[in-house]
């Protein structure tokens, strides 16, 4: 029996020590770390391509982790000879609102954001990598479900909802991504140039976290199937613009 007890004891140790590692999983949502890569950028911008290509590179690297990149065109680029077609000033405003998290004294292309915590430019490899492997050492506490439907044609339908979020000053962003594009560049810095594209960002949606099953609706381009797109959420503090959780969704 003295050979025995020890044992025992062991065993019951470790079943605990298990019992409480899943408990705290349960409760932090996911131990998997994960990376959203926000990229501003423009076509009308000879310094952008670079940052484009570089995330390209990124995303296949990481394909099989919890890495987004996402491409937000700005348009303050587009009066200065070419209009970008992916431009809108909702991503304008949007890195604004870092600039003023980061205390910038002014915004520019291309500028690369990781989890809301970090900026600098968005053509720095080294910088980059460094920044997502540090986040990919921490889990994160939240927990997004999604359920992506074409419901109608041209009509992509979102049903969310989040766990593990208590803060007031937390919202959720849902953007619809179109996975890819290439454009002939006709006029300014890039004239002559064919430019490839990831992950564009076409629309972009801020609602209240719920627990609860809410819905939320985004048009398809003219002409866009929704073998084109998918859809990308994350969590986000509204005050500090730290991102604490992250997935995405194919449409169905």
Same mark, same amino acid.
């Given at each position: 029996m003295?050979a025995?007890? !020890?044992? =025992?004891? +062991?065993? =019951?140790?470790?079943?605990v #020590?298990?019992?409480? $590692?899943l408990?705290k ?7 998997d770390?994960?990376?959203l890569?926000e990229? @501003? ?8 391509p670079?940052?484009?290509e #570089?995330? &390209?590179e990124?995303q296949e690297?990481y394909s099989?982790k919890?890495v987004?990149?996402?491409?937000y065109h700005?348009?303050y680029w587009d009066?200065l000879?070419?209009k970008d077609?992916?431009?809108?000033a909702?991503f304008?405003? *949007?890195q604004?609102?870092? /600039? /003023? =998290?980061?205390? +910038?004294?002014s915004?520019y292309?291309?500028?690369a954001?990781i989890?809301g &915590?970090?900026e ?6 080294a910088?980059?990598?460094?920044s =997502?492997?540090e *986040?990919?050492?921490? /889990?994160? !506490?939240i &927990?997004i479900? #999604?359920n992506? #439907?074409?419901?109608?044609p041209?009509k992509?339908e979102?049903i969310?909802s989040?766990g593990g979020s208590s803060?007031?000053?937390? $919202?959720?962003?849902? %953007?619809l991504?179109?996975k ?6 006709? $006029?300014?810095e890039?004239?002559?140039?064919t430019l ?5 960002? $076409?629309?972009f ?5 719920s627990s609860q099953e &809410?819905?939320?609706t985004f048009?398809?381009?003219?002409g866009?199937i *929704?073998?084109? @797109? @998918?859809?990308? %959420?994350?969590?986000?503090n509204?005050?500090t613009?730290k991102i604490?959780g992250l997935?995405k969704?194919?449409?169905?």
């Open positions: 003295k025995i007890f !020890p044992v =025992i004891v +062991l065993l =019951i140790s470790v079943t #020590l298990s019992a409480n $590692r408990k999983q349960e409760m932090t949502g996911t131990n770390g994960f990376a890569v990229l @501003f950028t423009s076509e009308g911008c000879s310094s952008c670079p940052a484009d #570089l995330i &390209e990124v690297k099989g919890n987004i990149a996402l491409s700005v348009d009066r000879g070419w077609p992916f431009s809108s909702d304008t405003n *949007r604004e609102y870092y /600039g /003023g =998290i980061f205390r +910038l004294n915004i292309t291309p500028q954001v989890n &915590e970090t600098f430019v968005g053509s720095n490899s910088k980059l990598i460094s =997502i492997e *986040r990919l050492k921490t /889990g994160s !506490p &927990e479900k #999604l992506v #439907l074409l419901k109608t041209g992509v979102v969310y989040t803060s007031k000053q937390e $919202r959720l962003f849902i %953007a991504v179109q890819a594009a290439t454009n002939k560049i006709k $006029r300014g890039n004239e002559g140039r490839h594209h990831i992950n564009i960002v $076409r629309d949606s801020s609602v209240l976290v &809410e819905t939320a048009n398809l381009p003219p866009m *929704r073998e084109d @797109f @998918f859809v990308a %959420a994350f969590v986000q509204k005050t613009g604490t997935t969704m194919a449409v169905k």
